[in-house]
């Protein structure tokens, strides 16, 4: 009877070779996802399909894109083995040839000639090319990015805790976590930040859009793999997975031996590869969506509002000023001022502006601004939109993706307690500036609204390096659950375990 039921249960499992239209996966435990034809006409045997648990889609996984991501990740899994041998100062060393290989002309050269190309073919199909273009600004980013990790003092080791009992002692240090999974957003400069882990003595695999591919391959050969090997690191320990497919940023965040799942980008792709990691039980660090608040409170100063707003909307990036809410009181003397930034800002760009003004509060909004159309740029072209229009109120959550025409939402709101409570409520709850003279105002604020960025002027001050000289991983919002405690900054140094070790001088030590 037992062999029966061993071979009853060896027959119960096999290797999915086909898929038929309207084939019921289940998923969730009492949910079913329905195969749809082109999904069942794509899958070959050899293919992966992945289940996402919090939307039923069905993810196709082509064996090709499976082995290309293992490829990468066994390569970062097997250095990481070997970094325990490897010093700080060689990671130090790292650091420093990385950014002297950046800095060399003729690397560079190749580099940026890749990276042309990458913005040729984006160009060519309508896409976005404002954070993909390889600028003499971000190559000096990237540099700088890499001297601070270079300089930073390594955590790896430290002691953070030390427990003493009657013949033996207990420490607990700082460790490094392991192989650490990006997918990221086609911006060259973000692929420096991702080794910053290493500082920490992990190591990284990472994914970068289609749109910086060529970018991406140029800085491996010319930059990042002769900076690991003039430094001693393991082949390895940075890894490029080289592939455009999105199934392959699947695949990497379904592999069970990353210890850290990281991505950037959009909300909905950033949300699909968090639930891809979590169902293979590796946590997860998600920065995908952002958009900023102002508040201007009762005892704004009007010149201060007036700058910080117009401040906040010098290009689109996830801290840029999405939604701003005026107290009712101060309506007619803050909207103008308002208007007038959001004007000046789109003047300066030279591509006009938009505003989305809340269902209730048009009477704020000079009659000429809702009737007037206008020329806007988007990154698939030029095409005429309102100056303003109105929006439901509960669409105060939308991230508005401009190109060149900068974008916000406006709500006139009764209170300071109104807009916090708007904000808690509708915002991905990343980042918050009130504009107050009034100290208490901003104590209450501070205390009530529920974000990681918090601030009393432009919001585009919210960036690792930027604030706090530390290359970012990523800027969490606190909308979907948080990874390490609270924290808002994710940062290579962050990244880490604590280890516990015994030293037992008495060896007749029991229990």
């Known amino acids: 009877m037992g062999r029966c039921a061993l071979n009853d249960a060896a027959m119960s499992t096999g290797n999915l070779e086909r898929l038929t239209p309207g084939q019921p996966i289940p998923f969730g435990g009492d949910r079913v996802a329905l195969v749809s034809a082109d999904l069942a006409q794509r899958f070959r045997p050899g293919d992966r399909l992945l289940v996402v648990d919090d939307t039923g889609d069905l993810l196709l996984v082509p064996a090709a894109e499976q082995a290309t991501a293992a490829a990468a990740v066994g390569r970062a899994y097997a250095a990481f083995q070997k970094m325990g041998a490897v010093s700080d100062a060689a990671v130090t060393a790292f650091f420093e040839a990385f950014a002297a290989r950046l800095e060399d002309e003729a690397a560079w050269a190749e580099i940026a000639d890749a990276n042309a190309q990458d913005v040729d073919r984006a160009r060519s199909r309508g896409r976005s090319t404002t954070r993909l273009a390889a600028t003499p600004q971000m190559r000096a980013g990237m540099i700088a990015g890499l001297r601070e990790w270079r300089d930073a003092t390594s955590p790896r080791g430290k002691l953070l805790e ?28 973000v692929f420096a930040d991702a080794t910053g882990v290493l500082r920490t003595g992990n190591t990284v695999v990472f994914r970068i859009g289609s749109d910086a591919l060529g970018t991406a391959r140029a800085i491996v050969r010319h930059a990042l793999d002769p900076a690991m090997a003039a430094a001693g690191l393991p082949a390895g320990a940075a890894s490029l997975v080289e592939s455009e497919g999105h199934a392959a940023g699947w695949a990497m965040f379904s592999d069970k031996r990353l210890a850290l799942a990281v991505a950037r980008g959009s909300g909905r792709a950033v949300a699909q590869l ?29 010149d201060r509002f007036a700058a910080t707003a117009y401040h906040s909307l010098d290009r689109k990036v996830c801290n840029t000023l999405n939604v701003c809410c005026i107290v009712r009181s101060r309506a007619d003397e803050l909207v103008p001022r308002f208007l007038n930034a959001l004007k000046r800002a789109g003047d300066r760009r030279g591509h006009n502006c938009r505003l989305h003004v809340v269902e209730g509060d048009e009477a704020f909004v000079p009659a000429d601004w809702l009737s007037t159309r206008l020329r806007v740029r988007r990154a698939e072209g030029d ?39 708007l904000f808690n409520r509708y915002s991905p709850q990343f980042t918050a500036s009130l504009i107050a003279q009034d100290p208490a105002a901003h104590e209450r604020f501070y205390a009530a609204v529920n974000a990681p960025f918090v601030g009393d002027g432009f919001t585009r001050w919210v960036d690792g390096q930027y604030a706090l000289n530390r290359p970012e991983l990523g800027l969490s919002n606190w909308e979907h659950g948080r990874l390490f405690a609270r924290g808002g900054v994710l940062a290579g140094d962050s990244v880490f375990t604590v280890r516990t070790r015994v030293r037992q001088s008495d060896p007749d030590v029991h229990r």
Not at 164 to 188: C, D, K, N, S, Y
């Open 162 to 189: 030390t427990v003493e009992h009657q013949g033996w002692t207990v420490e607990q240090a700082i460790a490094p976590l392991g192989v650490v999974g990006f997918v990221f957003e086609g911006r060259p400069n």
């Open 274 to 302: 968090g639930a891809v990691a979590r169902k293979a039980g590796t946590p997860v660090s998600l920065h995908g969506t952002g958009g900023a608040w102002m508040v201007a409170d009762e005892s704004a100063d009007a």
């Open 383 to 421: 095409g005429e939109e309102p100056l303003a229009d109105t929006l439901p109120e509960a669409e105060l959550g939308r991230e508005w993706e401009w190109e060149e025409t900068p974008e916000v939402s406006l709500k006139i709101v009764d209170d300071l307690d109104q807009a916090v409570a």
